[in-house]
């Protein structure tokens, strides 16, 4: 099947608006042409996290230009695509409206097919445009700022749900500690470099779930500790790395005892079928976190399955992943929409 799509030397265009970045790329088979992106953080960043309202509106102010940019550095015009696919959901509804209304659009006048696209179904592909070990079925763990999922990915549109977080997303609870600690949003990539250094059993934060025997996820109870052991304490600098280091460790341990309870269940689904499951894939903006890579890969080469992992500049959101997975659904036969609406809340699958 890939042989096939990489022959299709035609570009598809990707528009990626469901949260806090304005995206617009085309590719042409694994080959990017160019790939846009507008990060809002400098719009959020005071009011410590993403404002809907806020992200609308930066949309609608750069999507035209962006598309435009898009366009010309690719080397093509419009008429040059195939298909345009659009995030359709999940994610902020202002933010969605924007671009599938851009995207519809679009198509009307150049009468070119769109592909709505599920941004958790794009996060679960994105991998595929760069390894050739990402091949159906394979398991994945979505760490992102709105999800904490592991599924099974038998094929495109072809999805078994193991478990998922029953109440906040890891990347929600890695913001909230971060400005616990006085950073800035976006706090992920800062408890990552502070916690550089620090010596991860420095402070006792209980792992959520530990006793459990399921692929459930549980970050709720893991930010109150976190805020307990920083409210009742004055952290000097060492300390704070201190601390970084010790939340990523229980987070690492949370995420490594789940994923290898995936593992066995995997294998049950997998003895059902042909296909052996070899391979897990980790994906969303947590994705790019090293030492969250390193001690999952650790974890799984004990069950002597590999990790595989998308570049770290395509974890996190973007709209090539939204042009792959456009690409994907049509070498898999799937046919564009005529019409759709957006879905704030979009389960994988669905």
């Not at 990017?32 to 993403?50: C, P």
């Not at 109440?167 to 909230?176: I, Y």
Request: a neutral charge; aromatic letters at 8%; one cysteine or more.
């Amino acid at each position: 099947m890939l042989r096939k799509m990489f022959q299709n030397n035609v570009p598809i265009i990707g528009i990626e608006t469901s949260c806090d970045e304005t995206a617009v790329a085309v590719i042409c088979g694994r080959s990017i042409l160019s790939n846009e992106i507008y990060s809002q953080t400098k719009e959020h960043e005071k009011f410590g996290g993403v404002v809907p309202e806020v992200a609308a509106r930066a949309h609608v102010t750069v999507l035209t230009d962006l598309f435009s940019i898009a366009i010309g550095k690719a080397g093509i015009r419009l008429r040059d695509a195939c298909a345009i696919g659009v995030t359709s959901g999940p994610g902020l509804v202002g933010g969605l409206l924007v671009g599938t209304m851009f995207a519809k659009g679009i198509a009307i006048g150049s009468c070119k097919p769109v592909y709505p696209i599920n941004h958790l179904e794009a996060h679960a592909l994105t991998v595929r445009m760069f390894d050739d070990r990402a091949k159906f079925p394979y398991l994945l763990l979505l760490i992102s700022g709105g999800h904490c999922q592991v599924i099974i990915v038998n094929g495109v549109g072809k999805y078994q749900m193991l478990g998922a977080t029953l109440d906040d997303s890891l990347g929600e609870c890695f913001d909230k500690v971060a400005r616990l600690l006085g950073f800035s949003y976006p706090g992920g990539p800062k408890i990552e470099k502070a916690a550089v250094g620090g010596d991860p059993f420095a402070f006792d934060i209980p792992e959520p779930l530990k006793g459990s025997k399921d692929c459930l996820f549980s970050f709720s109870g893991l930010k109150t500790a976190c805020a307990s052991i920083i409210q009742r304490s004055s952290l000097d600098e060492r300390q704070v790395k201190d601390f970084c280091a010790s939340f990523q460790r229980v987070v690492a341990d949370h995420l490594c005892r789940k994923i290898l309870v995936a593992v066995q269940k995997s294998e049950k689904f997998a003895g059902l079928s042909e296909n052996k499951i070899s391979c897990c894939v980790i994906a969303g903006g947590v994705a790019s976190n090293a030492y969250i890579r390193e001690r999952i890969n650790f974890a799984l080469s004990s069950v002597r399955y590999e990790l595989v992992v998308a570049p770290s500049e395509f974890c996190t959101d973007n709209a090539v992943m939204i042009a792959w997975a456009a690409l994907e659904r049509m070498e898999a036969g799937v046919a564009p929409a005529d019409s759709f609406s957006v879905h704030p809340r979009w389960p994988i699958g669905f």
